[in-house]
């Protein structure tokens, strides 16, 4: 401390002789030359030693650069003798210690602070990975680069950009602690800008261009076309549906798109590969023409049939119906997989409605024209009840095909309002075969016609017999066996002259009497009480006429 506080005093002289000290030398020399600790001078150097570098000092005075200030083997060139350098004295005890490095250093950061100042930009080599990020060596001085500073996007092997060497630029600076932080992030952004205008500035719509694969995303792929880049949705990578971009494109493939849409106030261009292809539906007629047999691939299941790939970009339905001719759509359900492999028919291409109807029914023989000669009209035969409908039921014959029974046809005397109040599915049944139509692939069947229309039994003048179920205001109906009832009229109900608007029958009573109007057609009879017993007292009256005592009409009547 005291060497310093001397090292500000001026004008001491002192003279050569045995007795003085260097720490006179020195501050004879300092306030004779104003020298003194921190102030940087020109020397020469005298003489190299393994200690470091003598430099003459003057006024029989000489100091040292220390080599142990420089990493070894890393001694400036231009340190030797004879040089003349610009030094930086750091202590004066004893003998005078200089240093260069110190003057090197604050000419870097002198240079790094005018970098700073005006945003200049400044060469490094990444030397090593530390937390968060690296250190770089910015013409001699060590800076830290953040690792959201290294560029624009995210980076995950941050080991492989180690001895890697860019331009920087400086975002912040402390020279008074020595701390310097550095971005090439920033450079690289403004970098990407300047191409942007201009790639913008180049690019219209319905261009065709190629770029590069930069990003995948689940909805696409960004495509770089020099400068900008652009969107190739998924929907236009090809004219069929990609399950996945990664199926068609991966990064850094070089690929060939057209400009759909540029919007140059957001920046953002719509790309197309899809376009520069032909469109699959363009000559789709010609490569699947109708009655062509090939095979394709499942790709959905719906409740009204299976969508069949043909090629890529090309399906065609496979409907419910056309799997087979009998119980086509349980069956297709039952049978067919997502992913299966089909042999199919094209039966019909719409071409402007990109639709093509496919069959695999129509490649097997048809069971209908066997039918036509299997089953004959009139023919009695079993099957079983497959489903039930509100207008009647279908019952599978024997060789798989189904017929329809209905409603109307369950029953000659019973109107049936539900298939179910008769029949349930799995039943096993006769039925009379009453039409049999290949070209609509229908069969008409009867379960009433198994038996003869009971109405048609009934004639006019036969005798009946059966009880009273209802009594209505115009007469009363009499149930002549189950499920056929005869009305018998207020005027018919006795041979007794009576009221037309009422009965002499009792709903429970029995009744005999005689038919006098049948209607198979309507299912209608018609019975008379009153002409039933008129015919019978004929018959009385006959009888006693042909005997040789004839009775009296009176006695006749008498003994009725």
């Known amino acids: 401390m005291e060497e310093n506080k001397n090292l500000d005093k001026t004008g001491t002289s002192f003279e050569d002789n045995g007795d003085i000290s260097m720490a006179d030398l020195v501050k004879g020399y300092d306030e004779s030359s104003n020298i003194g600790f921190g102030k940087e001078i020109e020397a020469t150097i005298i003489e190299e030693n393994s200690d470091g570098f003598m430099v003459d000092l003057g006024m029989k005075s000489e100091g040292i650069i220390p080599k142990k200030e420089f990493e070894e083997g890393k001694v400036p060139t231009e340190l030797k003798v004879g040089a003349s350098v610009k030094v930086k004295i750091v202590s004066l005890h004893d003998q005078p210690v200089l240093s260069y490095r110190e003057i090197v250093e604050e000419a870097k950061w002198g240079v790094a602070q005018k970098s700073f100042e005006n945003g200049k930009h400044v060469n490094g080599t990444i030397l090593k990975t530390i937390k968060g990020g690296f250190l770089v060596n910015v013409d001699g001085i060590n800076a830290f680069l953040p690792i959201s500073q290294l560029d624009t996007h995210f980076v995950k092997e941050a080991e492989r950009y180690v001895g890697k060497s860019y331009e920087f630029v400086i975002i912040e600076l402390d020279g008074r602690k020595k701390n310097i932080v550095i971005s090439r992030r920033k450079i690289v952004e403004d970098e990407k800008n300047a191409a942007r205008v201009v790639a913008l500035a180049s690019i219209s719509e319905g261009q065709i261009l190629d770029g590069t694969v930069s990003k995948i995303m689940s909805f696409g792929a960004f495509i770089n076309l020099g400068g900008v880049d652009g969107l190739l949705h998924i929907g236009e990578l090809a004219w069929y549906k990609v399950k996945k971009v990664e199926d068609l494109l991966h990064v850094g493939q070089t690929i060939r798109v057209q400009v759909m849409k540029v919007d140059k106030s957001s920046d953002k261009i719509s790309l197309s590969m899809k376009n520069l292809a032909p469109h699959p539906w363009e000559s789709v007629a010609e490569r699947f023409p109708v009655g062509l047999i090939m095979k394709g691939t499942v790709t959905s299941i719906m409740d009204y049939g299976v969508f069949i790939e043909l090629e890529a970009g090309v399906e065609g339905l496979l409907h419910a119906s056309e799997y087979a001719w009998n119980d086509s759509a349980t069956a297709l359900k039952r049978e067919v997989k997502k992913g299966q492999e089909l042999e199919v028919k094209i039966i019909n291409v719409d071409k402007e409605n990109k639709k093509i109807a496919l069959s695999i029914r129509q490649m097997l023989p048809n069971p209908w024209n066997e039918a036509f000669r299997h089953y004959t009209p009139g023919a009695v035969v079993k099957g079983v009840v497959q489903n ?28 049936i309002k539900h298939p179910e109040d008769v029949l349930k599915k799995g039943d096993e049944v006769e039925v009379l075969i009453l039409e049999v139509n290949p070209q609509n692939e229908k069969i008409s069947l ?19 017999k059966g009880k009273v179920t209802r009594v209505a205001d115009f007469g009363a109906f009499v149930e002549i066996e189950p499920d056929i009832e005869a009305l018998i009229k207020n005027s018919e109900s006795s041979s007794v002259k009576v009221d037309k608007s009422q009965s002499v029958l009792k709903e429970g009573e029995e009744v005999e009497a005689k038919i006098v109007k049948v209607n ?17 007292e004929k018959e009385l009256v006959k009888q006693y006429a042909n005997q040789d005592n004839k009775p009296s009409m009176g006695e006749i009547l008498s003994e009725e």
């Open 388 to 415: 039930l409908m509100p207008f009647g039921a279908f019952v599978k014959l024997p060789d798989g095909i189904e017929g329809l029974v209905h409603i109307s046809d369950f029953s000659w005397t019973r109107k």
């Open 446 to 464: 009867s379960l009433k016609h198994v038996q003869a229309d009971p109405y048609k039994k009934y004639k006019v003048g036969t005798i009946v």
């Open 520 to 536: 198979v057609r309507d299912k209608k009879i018609e019975a008379s009480v009153k002409k039933l017993e008129f015919d019978r």
